[in-house]
């Protein structure tokens, strides 16, 4: 589209708003970008829109960790999802290239690929780096990160108005480079090295933002969208507000023939960061669906469901306990295990194939992974919330 906003067009706590989110999963990103570039078609056709509308035509705030904070912060630049998805595939050789067999003690890929392509990814039209506060974001952003030196996470955003974004104070956030932020968030440990970064003259050490809680950092999304703390203040509802978290797969799936004697320090090593990161992103997709009317989503469990009700059924129990819902919800996931692939009519793909967060090798089954899941996204999932023109604000 040829209008193109700035964030601060997006701050007044009016009209609809449209939040849109990105779990983190290494190379998996490119499962969530297919999702994303369905999306994108069908707001353009929704909208009668041109082939220049981007994602940041349409939503106001966008979050991601890890993989997610690449993505989000390159749509959020307005990017279309062709170009993020060639960034991926494209560079992926490069980004997860494996360090020395020494380095590979502490991490197995080389950072300074990676770096060297997000600080040629993330400049103006000058050359010169962009910063956290650059006009150049045409949406709101959020990247999560997790400062190592004081043990806590760090969610980021370009609102002006946050406590941490006053420029009259030493380190300020608005002043950090993307690339240095975005780069933070995607150092995982054992897979890329930590990223220092300065603030206010203060060295911090800082790891993935998927080793907090938010890996999934959807509903941290809507909290710092609405909460008075965090001064932005946006309306609730159904009508008035629409958040989508978009996943990079899910590894669901029972080992029944594990032994107690199998899981040794190796085993452990391997399984258990990743058994924390899928334990977290449910967690975070529960108290949306909670909080939130669900319109579409994979099962959580066979306890709770999937909280998907029918418009004639919400209606009859007036929603539930937590009605009324502060915003229509839908998350798109797959289940990337044996099952969730045949179900998907991906029988032939191997599940360890398309599990794999740094390993180039299997780009096209994880395309193919994300097209066949992006085919059930419909726009009649938004429900009562109006998809509405690109700026009905």
């Known amino acids: 589209m040829s209008l193109k906003p700035s964030f601060r067009d997006r701050l007044a706590p009016g009209g609809t708003k449209r939040l849109l989110s990105f779990d983190g999963g290494g190379i998996r990103g490119l499962i969530a970008l297919e999702i994303a570039g369905r999306l994108e078609t069908l707001l353009r056709d929704a909208l009668g829109a041109g082939e220049d509308f981007v994602l940041a035509d349409y939503f106001d705030y966008i979050a991601g960790t890890s993989t997610g904070a690449i993505i989000a912060t390159c749509l959020s630049l307005g990017y279309s999802v062709a170009q993020v998805r060639n960034f991926y595939l494209e560079g992926a050789k490069a980004m997860f290239r494996r360090a020395s067999l020494l380095k590979q003690l502490y991490y ?112 941290l999304l809507f909290i710092m969208s609405t909460l008075p703390e965090y001064r932005l203040g946006w309306q609730t509802g159904e009508d008035k507000m629409l958040l989508i978290s978009v996943g990079t ?92 692939l045949a179900e998907l009519g991906l029988p032939e793909i191997r599940s360890e194939h398309v599990q794999e967060m740094d390993s180039p090798d299997h780009l096209a089954e994880l395309a193919a992974v994300g097209k066949a899941y992006a085919s059930r996204l419909d726009l009649a999932q938004f429900g009562a919330f109006p998809v509405g023109p690109a700026r009905d604000r």
């Open 249 to 340: 797969g899910s590894i669901s799936g029972a080992s029944p023939t594990l032994k107690a004697s199998q899981m040794n320090l190796l085993y452990n090593a391997r399984s258990v960061p990743l058994a924390l990161l899928d334990a977290t992103q449910s967690e975070q997709d529960v108290l949306c669906r909670i909080f939130g009317r669900c319109r579409y989503g994979e099962p959580i469990d066979t306890e709770i469901g999937d909280f998907i009700q029918s418009d004639d059924a919400f209606a009859r129990d007036g929603g539930g306990p937590f009605a009324p819902k502060k915003f229509t919800y839908m998350r798109y996931n797959p289940n990337i295990s044996p099952e969730g």
């Open 108 to 219: 197995r890929n080389v950072g300074t690929n990676l770096t060297a392509r997000l600080q040629a990814l993330l400049v103006g039209a000058d050359g010169t780096p962009l910063t956290l506060g650059d006009d150049a974001l045409r949406t709101l952003l959020l990247v999560i990160m997790k400062n190592a030196t004081t043990n806590s996470p760090w969610p980021l955003s370009n609102n002006p108005a946050a406590m941490y974004n006053d420029r009259v104070q030493a380190g300020c956030n608005l002043d950090l480079p993307l690339w240095k932020i975005v780069r933070a968030s995607t150092a995982a440990p054992t897979f890329f090295p930590p990223e220092d970064v300065t603030v206010g003259g203060e060295r911090f050490v800082f790891v993935d933002g998927a080793v907090s809680v938010y890996n999934n950092p959807a509903f």
